[in-house]
């Protein structure tokens, strides 16, 4: 049998399935639980992007979603916290409220809308794109300036 994989959080390490159940309590917690069925995958990337908001509509109509979380990165429970709410606004935006585009890159007026209420009722912040530091810190000029750009777009 295969190694388990797992994501380190404040140096403990987090199963899929523990991932699933801070999916449900932030769920009840900031959405009423309205989002449906989640599945869960380690994100490997190499350009910045620590998660992923996978939403794919079978022809019934239904859209199935998977979020996908980098294990490259030294997770603390906050940082983890505030990813995973970030891919949970896509998946409400796409599933609750039927929208399959929301500005450039997902993050345009109802997701900030999705922030500021959180923010407002929860004192919960949401960065639309955080650096939770990768456990290899080099970063290229190009890799920069695809962040920089990226952060002006959604401005």
Not at 63 to 84: A, P
Request: glycine share 10%; hydrophobic share 35%.
């Amino acid at each position: 049998m295969g190694k388990k994989l797992t994501l380190c959080v404040d140096g403990k390490e987090l199963s899929k399935k523990e991932i699933k159940e801070k999916f449900d309590h932030y769920n009840k917690l900031f959405f009423e639980g309205k989002l449906g069925k989640c599945d869960f995958f380690w994100l490997i990337s190499k350009r910045g992007f620590y998660g992923k908001y996978i939403g794919k509509q079978a022809k019934n109509g239904q859209i199935y979603s998977k979020i996908g979380i980098t294990r490259s990165v030294q997770w603390t429970e906050d940082t983890l916290k505030e990813l995973l709410v970030h891919e949970m606004i896509h998946m409400y935006i796409s599933t609750v409220e039927g929208k399959s585009h929301d500005g450039i890159l997902g993050h345009g007026k109802r997701f900030k809308a999705h922030c500021k209420r959180l923010k407002d009722n929860f004192g919960l912040v949401i960065r639309i794109h955080g650096d939770y530091g990768y456990v290899n810190k080099k970063v290229s000029p190009k890799k920069m300036l695809e962040k920089t750009i990226l952060w002006l777009i959604d401005r």
